[in-house]
C-alpha cells in the first residue's frame, strides 16, 4: 500500500471499532497552572487551535522533533473522541456526541510556538507538525466515571514532570464541545484535546514519554 493511501485512525476499545480521524480541535491555556507556568494571560473566551489528521501516532511509535525546532516540549491532555456529526451542539446535549476518551500527547515547539505568538500569527507550524498527536485507544464514555475527576501525568525516562487532574480544567468538556461546535461542524472521528496541567518540559533525541489518565490507561511513545 502507498503512503497516499495511508489511513490516519484511532480505536474505540471494547467495540474494536476504528475511526478515521478528521480535524483534531486542540484547547489552550484551560489549566490555570499551565498558563501561569509559560506567563501567559487568561482568555475571556476559549482559545482554539487545529493539528491536522496526519500528525497523528500512535502506541509505541516516534515523535519527530523538525530541524527547526530546538525546543520541543510534552503537553499531556484528556482527548474525546465525537461519534456524529453536530452543529451548534446545546452544552445538556454534548455527552450524546461523545464516542470515547483517550489520552493524547500536544508536542509542542516552544521556541517556534514564542516567535509565532511575539509576531502575533498562528501556532500551527510549531503544534501541527507530522508526529506532534500521540495518540492512545478510546474507551467507551460509559467506562468513566467523571471526566472531570480523572488524575493525569506524564513521565519522561520514568521521571514524572506533569501531575493534575481534570478537575482542574477551567472549562469542561460540555462547554468545549458547545464552543468548538459553534465554529467548526464537528464529525464523527473529530478529536478535541481540551489541555494540559503545569510541569511542560523539554524533550531530546531518545527519551521515553509515558502519559497516564486514570481510569483510560497510558501511551508510551519515544522521541527519534
Not at 498562528?122 to 507538525?129: L, S
Not at 521521571?159 to 468545549?176: F, K, L, V, W, Y
Amino acid at each position: 500500500m502507498g503512503v497516499e493511501n495511508v489511513m490516519f485512525t484511532v480505536r474505540l476499545q471494547e467495540s474494536n471499532r476504528n475511526y478515521r480521524i478528521g480535524k483534531i480541535i486542540c484547547l489552550g491555556r484551560n489549566y490555570t497552572e499551565h498558563i501561569q507556568e509559560l506567563g501567559n494571560e487568561p482568555s475571556d473566551d476559549p482559545i482554539l487551535f487545529i493539528k491536522p489528521a496526519t500528525s497523528a501516532i500512535r502506541q509505541g511509535e516516534k515523535v519527530i522533533i523538525p530541524a527547526y525546532s530546538n525546543d520541543c516540549h510534552h503537553e499531556v491532555e484528556l482527548a474525546v473522541l465525537i461519534g456524529g456529526y453536530g452543529r451548534r451542539i446545546a452544552p445538556e446535549s454534548a455527552a450524546d456526541f461523545i464516542a470515547g476518551y483517550g489520552i493524547a500527547l500536544d508536542m509542542t515547539l516552544r521556541d517556534v510556538q514564542s516567535e509565532l505568538k511575539k509576531k502575533g500569527l498562528p501556532w500551527e507550524v510549531a503544534k501541527g507538525f507530522d508526529t506532534s498527536c500521540p495518540l492512545s485507544d478510546f474507551v467507551p464514555p460509559e467506562r468513566i466515571n467523571d471526566p472531570h475527576d480523572l488524575g493525569i501525568s506524564l513521565y519522561v525516562n520514568d521521571e514524572q514532570r506533569q501531575a493534575g487532574n481534570t478537575s482542574q480544567m477551567i472549562r469542561r468538556i460540555p462547554e468545549i464541545i458547545a464552543y468548538a461546535s459553534s465554529i467548526f461542524t464537528l464529525e464523527k472521528g473529530d478529536i478535541i484535546l481540551t489541555g494540559t496541567p503545569r510541569g511542560v518540559s523539554r524533550v531530546v533525541s531518545g527519551d521515553r514519554l509515558q502519559a497516564r489518565i486514570e481510569q483510560i490507561g497510558a501511551l508510551e511513545v519515544s522521541v527519534q
